[in-house]
């Protein structure tokens, strides 16, 4: 009996330590609270990255913290538009409509910062003798009602060996799915049914190279030794661009989009110090860590 | 009556051995509470599962009256983010549901089976034990790891010994399912045939029953409510399980023409896009009418087993 009271006052001591211990810890994060806030929010590919940015730069600047929203490029824009947030992410150009929208409400003009590129690659498996695409056969392959089911359509193909193409896409709540169905196939024309989906990009390169007979789409940055990327023509009778990170800078390759920041104005202060930041190398090493194409 | 207050007067002596004499009133002042305890996590078992209906239903309703029926069940063409023509056919995901549940159910079943009968019946001592304590080991394996396996092994063994063009696919996800139920069809399955009292053994065996003859002449027949309880457990196991089947049978909408064919279930389409769907949007809300299907499908399951097993006992009755 002793015993157990005795355990119950080190037990209540312990909780009277541990109230001390917790709000001493508050008063000390209270002191390093942040100055300053940046509110971003929009494009939903570029949700991931912003959140790298984000951590990493509040790790090294206690004193900003920011907020990351997705929503869509679209809803980004909109809210940048309204004055709710700072930095509005797009993974397409603002329309002539919301830059007009843009000067009437806040007037300024909204200025366009290009972060990175967005490049996928197009990977088969390395026994596949095929080196070459264009977008057209890609939109057969992968498209409602196309006509391309056989390597040996593409490309001479071993006798004897099987020849079915085994398409490998994303789910179709990714960005990348969106994106490569926009190049490949326009605003007139779905997917097929039927595709493998896998739910990451690390997926498909992996399942790619464990697939002899596939064919997938993913970021550049997700290459493997295990793969390989095929050069893609703009069209047919165009010559056929290799998928390089300088080739996606310069906008050669054809299956590529800038990743990009809108500010009202240029930016000033905390904001002007972040944008910065996401320009230098540790912000750019962000980029390739996430499968992206950095600017250098 | 009587027998309870022997219970108590045991209970007592416990009590008295451990805390001493002046704690008896207290023992008797607790048992209220204590039953009322009882009572209550009885019913919240009641009250959670009315609660996640209506959670789920609250989701699904407003896109109920706006959502075409015949489309969602007889459509093979699932496009929630099309910008031609969304469309919410949920046909190929039933199939392909219906069908590794099906295949896994057709691997796990006789296994399962087997191995109960093993156990309860032919196997005794050491061995026994280890066996046992193996197969609970199977059922401690997290289904993402099963995933992996699925992913990294038995995906390549099947490129290799089978003409499958790829390796998760629906002979993939069936494996893993039926090793996932195997475990629980062991262990509900073996207590089944324990509970049949040794009289009977002993009966068929002075008839001069073979053991073999023993097992399914007697011992099948009078533990059949039990042995279809842990079947009906493992269809359950199956048709819910979510994280394996999404890594391992290549998630394609698909009716499959064979065994190696990928295909795509109804749990991993919801697990795959529930994330990144528009929160209250349709896609959302339509994901939510499937976890109503899959609600429907395994209150459906459990109803049929009730009854299954209720008729049957109302047979043994007459």
């Not at chain 1, 709710?84 to 910062?113: F, G």
Request: hydrophobic share 45%.
């Amino acid at each position: 009996m002793l015993e157990w009271a005795g355990c119950k006052r080190v037990a209540s001591w312990g909780w009277v330590l541990c109230v001390v211990f917790l709000s001493v810890a508050g008063c000390v994060r209270g002191r390093a609270q942040p100055l300053a806030v940046i509110r971003v929010e929009g494009s939903d590919t570029m949700v991931n990255i912003a959140q790298a940015w984000a951590e990493q730069y509040h790790r090294s600047h206690p004193e900003v913290s920011i907020q990351v929203l997705g929503g869509g490029s679209g809803v980004g824009i909109a809210s940048l538009i309204a004055g709710n947030c700072d930095l509005a992410n797009s993974s397409r150009k603002m329309s002539e409509k919301e830059l007009a929208e843009a000067r009437a409400k806040q007037h300024v003009e909204p200025v366009e910062h290009i972060v990175g590129y967005d490049a996928l690659g197009v990977y088969v498996h390395p026994s596949n003798p095929l080196e070459e695409i264009t977008l057209e056969e890609l939109a057969e392959i992968y498209g409602e009602g196309g006509t391309i089911t056989r390597w040996s359509q593409l490309v001479p193909w071993p006798e004897g060996r099987n020849d079915h193409i085994v398409r490998i896409g994303r789910q179709n709540s990714s960005g990348t799915y969106e994106f490569f169905r926009s190049v490949i196939l326009g605003k007139k024309r779905d997917f097929a049914r039927g595709s493998v989906d896998a739910n990451g990009s690390k997926d498909v390169v992996a399942l790619v190279a464990r697939t002899p007979l596939a064919i997938g789409y993913s970021g550049m940055g997700y290459q493997t030794p295990e793969v390989k990327m095929l050069r893609v023509s703009p069209g047919r009778g165009k010559p056929a661009v290799a998928p390089t990170a300088a080739n996606a800078l310069n906008r050669s390759y054809p299956i590529t989009r800038p990743l990009q920041i809108y500010t009202l104005g240029q930016p000033q202060g905390v904001v002007r110090e972040y944008l910065q930041w996401i320009y230098s190398d540790e912000g750019q090493k962000v980029v390739a860590a996430l499968g992206y194409v950095p600017l250098r | 009556m009587p027998n309870d207050n022997r219970e108590k007067a045991s209970a007592r002596q416990i009590g008295a051995g451990w805390l001493g004499p002046r704690l008896d009133r207290l023992w008797d002042a607790i048992e209220r509470p204590v039953e009322w305890l009882v009572r209550l996590c009885g019913y919240s078992a009641i009250l959670f599962v009315l609660a996640i209906f209506v959670f789920v239903f609250l989701e699904a309703a407003p896109v109920l009256p706006k959502l075409d029926w015949y489309e969602f069940f007889t459509s093979i063409q699932w496009r929630p983010t099309s910008q031609v023509r969304v469309q919410y056919g949920i046909l190929a995901l039933v199939v392909g549901t219906l069908s590794v549940t099906g295949l896994a159910m057709a691997l796990a079943v006789p296994l399962g089976l087997g191995a109960a009968v093993y156990l309860s019946e032919f196997c005794s001592g050491r061995l026994k034990e280890v066996l046992k304590v193996v197969i609970e080991l199977l059922a401690a394996v997290p289904s993402v790891v099963w995933g992996f396996i699925g992913y990294m092994v038995v995906g390549p063994v099947l490129m290799e010994t089978t003409s499958a063009e790829i390796g998760v696919n629906l002979l993939n996800g069936g494996i893993l399912l039926a090793l996932m139920s195997v475990p629980i069809i062991v262990s509900v399955g073996e207590d089944a045939l324990k509970a049949v009292p040794d009289a009977y053994r002993e009966a068929a065996l002075a008839l001069g029953a073979s053991r073999w003859e023993m097992v399914h002449r007697v011992l099948f027949p009078a533990a059949r409510n039990g042995l279809l309880a842990a079947v009906l457990l493992g269809v359950g196991r199956a048709i819910g399980e979510t994280m394996a089947v999404l890594m391992a049978t290549g998630h394609a909408i698909r009716i499959p023409q064979s065994l190696v064919d990928p295909i795509r279930t109804l749990t991993a389409t919801i697990a795959a896009e529930l994330g990144e769907a528009v929160e209250r949007g349709e896609h959302y809300r339509v994901l939510f009418v499937i976890g109503l299907v899959l609600f429907g499908v395994t209150f459906a399951v459990n109803l049929l087993a009730d009854l299954v097993v209720k008729g049957i006992g109302g047979e043994q009755g007459n």
